[in-house]
């Protein structure tokens, strides 16, 4: 099984976004959203919006600088959950409706504050 396609164990009905809507950079997941129909940037935050909690109680228990690849899916599905939810939430459209062009704005890369480490497993690492 390709690793871009593995969830934890509970989050298996996310597994329809696997591997399109995995993005590791803001960079990607701004190309991606604007790049999408407001249906279907509305039925991703319409799946993922009510799961971000368990997400979030999830990967509290694995160490950002050594997170095992499902557990990185994972959170970086929530992260594009957080990029889609102002052109849903406010916006109604994929990009800022009335503005200027999204390509004219320069985001600047970050360092991703985790790490992917080989291993595939769902169970917590004590910290």
Not at 9 to 15: A, K
Not at 22 to 33: G, K, S
Not at 55 to 62: G, P, S, T, V
Not at 105 to 120: E, G, S, W
């Amino acid at each position: 099984m390709a690793t871009d396609t593995i969830l934890p164990s509970g989050f298996e009905d996310l597994s329809r976004y696997l591997p399109q809507w995995l993005h590791a950079t803001e960079i990607d997941r701004n190309r991606f959203r604007v790049a999408r129909a407001l249906p279907e940037l509305q039925d991703f935050y319409d799946t993922m919006m009510p799961r971000l909690e368990d997400i979030a109680n999830f990967l509290n228990d694995f160490p950002l600088d050594a997170l095992p690849r499902e557990c990185a899916n994972l959170l970086e599905l929530a992260l594009m959950a957080m990029e889609v939810a102002p052109a849903t939430e406010y916006y109604n459209s994929p990009d800022v409706p009335n503005a200027v062009e999204h390509e004219k704005f320069r985001i600047f890369p970050l360092h991703n504050n985790y790490a992917v480490v080989d291993a595939v497993t769902t169970s917590a690492t004590n910290n």
